[in-house]
């Protein structure tokens, strides 16, 4: 097992960000604290012999400082969207910005991905870790009460990338961290990721209007375009779906416990991606938005060439009462844990 620790870049504010780079079994992941971000990890393959990076990225902290896709960025203080940027709490109305049409996404217009994260590398028995601190005021953008957060990433012996967010509160706040890693397990720049085959621990899924807002409506999979119950290529049912997938699946079993939630294969590497998590959902996206994006090692980024597997508690839960309740401190600290394990 091995951490070494670089100087990324230097920000306009003369802050230094550092690129941390973990080696433990098969595998090695590099991420930044610049968004507590991950920015590559390299997988290796039987079937080929090769060892390719599996994360779509940028080369340069300059790629990371103008992320508007969000790859790889840690995403808070509440991931995915809140319906017309606004919710109410106690009695009291919060605004947040609009950063998605008239709704707010992955924390606004500065959330968690766009900050320079305190951080620390450590080792245990089991693998190689980085632990990034994140304190966020009371009021920034429009959230109520101060907010300490604390994300764990690394790898272990047995080829697990592991996951830990927490954080406290001082008031009572809508929370809801994740990743928002694009993964290709043929490799980043290898194309789209339509020919994965993809598994989902879900026997549900939230129904959303034309803007992607859930309705409230919990609805089975069971024949339609969504039932990944058994593995099936992404693009078997993908023209059904209007847009492309972008949409929470609720995952079976009991929030609070580390269960699966995802499974994901590659016939060509032979790489399969295993996901568990605690939390009540897990966001499918694949990649619609991608444009046109320049990544790392000369690599031109299109519509689908990566895909995202974000465990979180459901979009818009704040002004869903039927939701698992995201609402969290000070007497309800937060902690979530999540599993990428890897074979091939």
Request: overall charge neutral; proline content about 4%; hydrophobic content about 35%.
């Amino acid at each position: 097992m091995k951490i070494t620790r670089k100087i990324f870049g230097i920000l306009s504010s003369g802050k230094k960000v550092h690129l941390y780079t973990l080696k433990a079994g098969e595998l090695k992941l590099s991420i930044t604290s610049l968004g507590a971000t991950w920015t590559s990890l390299h997988v290796p393959s039987r079937k080929t012999g090769r060892i390719d990076d599996v994360l779509l990225g940028f080369d340069t902290l300059d790629g990371y400082a103008h992320n508007q896709a969000a790859v790889g960025v840690t995403v808070g203080r509440f991931a995915n969207r809140i319906g017309d940027a606004r919710f109410s709490l106690n009695g009291k109305q919060y605004a947040l910005f609009k950063n998605d049409g008239s709704h707010s996404l992955h924390g606004g217009r500065r959330g968690f991905s766009k900050l320079l994260w305190k951080s620390e590398a450590y080792e245990e028995k089991d693998g190689v870790f980085v632990r990034f601190e994140l304190n966020s005021p009371d009021g920034e953008e429009g959230y109520p009460g101060k907010l300490k957060a604390a994300v764990s990433y690394g790898l272990t012996k047995s080829n697990e990338l592991v996951v830990d967010y927490q954080a406290k509160l001082g008031a009572p706040c809508p929370v809801n961290l994740t990743n928002h890693a694009y993964f290709n397990l043929a490799g980043e720049g290898e194309g789209d990721i339509l020919s994965h085959e993809l598994m989902l621990y879900a026997s549900s899924f939230l129904e959303v209007d034309e803007t992607l807002i859930p309705t409230g409506k919990i609805v089975p999979v069971a024949g339609t375009p969504f039932d990944f119950k058994n593995r099936k290529l992404i693009k078997r049912d993908f023209d059904a779906v209007v847009g492309g997938y972008d949409h929470c699946f609720v995952v079976d079993g009991e929030p609070g416990k580390l269960r699966p939630c995802a499974e994901v294969f590659e016939e060509t590497s032979g790489r399969t991606m295993r996901v568990f998590t605690t939390q009540p959902g897990v966001q499918f996206y694949s990649g619609n938005h991608i444009i046109e994006l320049h990544g790392k090692a000369g690599s031109v980024y299109r519509i689908h060439d990566g895909l995202c597997l974000e465990t979180q508690h459901f979009p818009d839960a704040p002004n869903k009462a039927v939701f698992p309740s995201a609402i969290f401190g000070p007497e309800r600290d937060y902690h979530e844990k999540a599993l990428f394990a890897f074979t091939w």
